[in-house]
């Protein structure tokens, strides 16, 4: 590497130097490194090189999502704080007339505020789930908490006249009972949201063994392009915008999913074919309660 060869030259008319470049992991994936070199003198004589190599290919990812995070936020909180502003600016100008437009402006600006405050609310638990905050664990039983969801979300199913089943039985696991309830909420809502009229929800958890615990959560929904698979569970990731807007979505949703699941050592995978369905599966290793 040019920059390397050119830091050693230096170091060795004494001026040390360091710099960064690409390289190989330990684990040999390509990935980037920062290098020392100093020169080492013994009575001003020249006895040796020091060169460090620390790699630092996982503080520039972190770096990097931090940087789309805050980028990605400010737009998020951009987009509706408009809307708002501008619907707000016409009715106080007397610009909408009568009483029906004044209803229909307002509307929006209240539909617009309670997007702002679900989106504040998911960046909030996300940093909190991040940060290891109000991680008490305590005994819970996935059912019980798939059987709440499912009651939260009959009401929005009916209006698609979406079918929900639950199926499996009691779940013992090691937890934080709010965490392990959002899992699960998020999934069976999005199987719900993504959906088709008249479509299918099931929703299964059972216990395994080597104390573990499986949720699957499936739906006959629109299904999520292969491309897409991979991406969905970043932050703001949303395959098709509009429809995630229309249904009230923050992009946040998985994300905090990904995260609850990390936290308690628990693996997701997902199978998905677009116009068939999408089945998402976390197998919780290990946390049953004994
Ligand atoms: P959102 O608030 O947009 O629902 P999520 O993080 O929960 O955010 O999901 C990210 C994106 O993944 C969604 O916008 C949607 O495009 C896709 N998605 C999630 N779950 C499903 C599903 N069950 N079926 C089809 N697409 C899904």
């Given at each position: 590497n040019a920059d390397l060869l050119l830091a050693v030259d230096h170091a060795v008319k004494g001026v040390p130097s360091e710099g960064i470049i690409p390289c190989r992991t330990l684990s040999n994936a390509e990935g980037f490194c920062r290098y020392f070199v100093h020169p080492v003198a013994q009575e001003n004589c020249l006895t040796g090189l020091l060169i460090l190599f620390v790699d630092i290919t996982e503080q520039l990812k972190a770096q990097k999502i931090r940087e789309e995070f805050s980028a990605n936020v400010s737009h998020e909180l951009k987009t509706p704080l408009t809307s708002i502003s501008g619907f707000a600016e016409m009715l106080s100008q007397g610009m909408v007339k009568n009483q029906k437009e004044v209803a229909e402006f307002s509307g929006m600006i209240y539909k617009e505020a309670q997007r702002l405050l679900h989106l504040i609310d998911d960046i909030i638990r996300l940093s909190c789930i991040e940060e290891g905050k109000n991680q008490a664990e305590e005994a819970a039983d996935l059912y019980v908490l798939a059987k709440q969801a499912v009651e939260h979300l009959t009401p929005l199913a009916k209006q698609e006249n979406i079918d929900i089943s639950l199926s499996g039985g009691p779940s013992p696991i090691v937890g934080n009972i709010t965490q392990l309830y959002e899992l699960v909420f998020n999934l069976c809502e999005n199987a719900v949201k993504y959906n088709v009229p008249h479509g299918k929800v099931q929703i299964e958890t059972l216990p395994l063994e080597n104390s573990s615990v499986r949720l699957t959560v499936s739906d006959t929904g629109i299904g999520i392009p292969k491309e897409h698979q991979e991406r969905i569970?970043?932050?703001?990731?949303?395959?098709d915008k509009s429809r995630s807007k229309q249904t009230?979505?923050?992009?946040?949703g998985l994300s905090i999913v990904k995260h609850i699941a990390e936290q308690h050592h628990g693996s997701i995978s997902l199978s998905s074919a677009p116009g068939r369905g999408t089945t998402i599966t976390v197998l919780f290793s290990g946390r049953r309660q004994q």
């Open positions: 569970f970043e932050r703001f990731y949303r395959v009230g979505g923050t992009g946040l």
